[in-house]
C-alpha cells in the first residue's frame, strides 16, 4: 500500500513537471490565447497533476 501510494505521488511530480515545461514553451501570446499568464502556469499545473 505504501509502496503505491509514493509510486502515485511520483507519477503525479512527473505530470507537474511535465506540465509546466510544456506550457512554458509556450509565447505570451499563445497563453493568452487559452487564458493564462505565465505567473499562472505552477498553479494550473499542481491542479491538474494533483502534486
Same mark, same amino acid.
Given at each position: 500500500?505504501?509502496?503505491?501510494?509514493?509510486?502515485?505521488k511520483i507519477r503525479a511530480w +512527473? *505530470?507537474? +513537471? @511535465?506540465?509546466?515545461? @510544456?506550457?512554458?514553451?509556450?509565447?505570451? +501570446? @499563445? *497563453?493568452?490565447?487559452?487564458?493564462?499568464? +505565465?505567473? @499562472?502556469?505552477?498553479?494550473?499545473?499542481?491542479?491538474?497533476?494533483?502534486?
Open positions: 500500500m505504501i509502496v503505491s501510494y509514493i509510486l502515485s +512527473r *505530470l507537474y +513537471r @511535465e506540465t509546466i515545461r @510544456e506550457l512554458s514553451q509556450l509565447s505570451d +501570446r @499563445e *497563453l493568452n490565447d487559452v487564458g493564462l499568464s +505565465r505567473w @499562472e502556469i505552477p498553479y494550473v499545473a499542481k491542479k491538474y497533476s494533483n502534486a
